[in-house]
T-cell receptor
């Protein structure tokens, strides 16, 4: 069965520093990988996705993520954090061999310190 | 991207009653999904709703507790029946592009349910 792991419940980063939010996955086929962000009392907003091609994908708000097949990881990164990046981040995966269900990780709360 | 409207945005209900959540999309979509997000938890898929067929429920979710309607390609409802405090959650409607699609899901703002 497909699964997603986000090993950190919370990540604290000083404003202006680079940030990384970790994600690893497990699927039987090829993975389709996604990152979403959730601000307080809001729904989920799509940030970026990896389907195929270049392992480094760029998304909204200056975020990017690197697909690493050998490590089954898809870490979210940003070169310089903003206080407004503080939110809850979810990694998600869809298995190309299965139907259209997307499975979400438990989420990582990102806290950017001013 | 699709624009998804959910109603109500929040509600407080008594134990034993039911709540119906509506999801309206601004374009026709094949697949609609209902997720539950319990306090401090991730999203758990409840069911997949396709127009013209019965919803497909995930393990741990049953039709009697979470009946779903999908009368057309732009609308769906989720009812949470016989409410208990354990049903207090955010319920999220989302849409995809269709079978075989590799794209992302779009989400509504969610419906926050509190059961007393």
């Amino acid at each position: 069965a497909q699964s997603v792991a986000q090993p950190e419940d919370q990540v604290n980063v000083a404003e202006g520093n680079p940030l990384t939010v970790k994600c690893t996955y497990s699927v039987s086929g090829n993975p389709y990988l996604f990152w979403y962000v959730q601000y307080p009392n809001r729904g989920l907003q799509f940030l970026l996705k990896y389907i195929t091609g270049d392992n480094l994908v760029k998304g909204s708000y200056g975020f990017e993520a690197e697909f690493n097949k050998s490590q089954t990881s898809f870490h979210l990164k940003k070169p310089s954090a903003l206080v407004s990046d503080s939110a809850l981040y979810f990694c998600a995966v869809r298995d190309s061999n299965r139907d259209d269900k997307i499975i979400f990780g438990k989420g990582t709360r990102l806290h950017i310190l001013p | 991207s699709a624009v998804i409207s959910q109603k109500p945005s929040r509600d407080i209900c008594q134990r034993g009653t039911s709540l119906t959540i509506q999801c309206q999309v601004d374009s026709q979509v094949t697949m609609m999904f209902w997720y539950r997000q319990q306090p401090g938890q991730s999203l758990t898929l409840i069911a997949t709703a396709n127009q013209g067929s019965e919803a497909t429920y995930e393990s741990g979710f049953v039709i009697d507790k979470f009946p779903i309607s999908r009368p057309n390609l732009t609308f769906s409802t989720l009812t949470v029946s016989n409410l208990s405090p354990e049903d207090s959650s955010i319920y999220l409607c989302s849409v995809g592009q269709g079978a075989g699609d590799t794209g992302e899901l779009f989400f509504g703002e969610g419906s926050r349910l509190t059961v007393l």
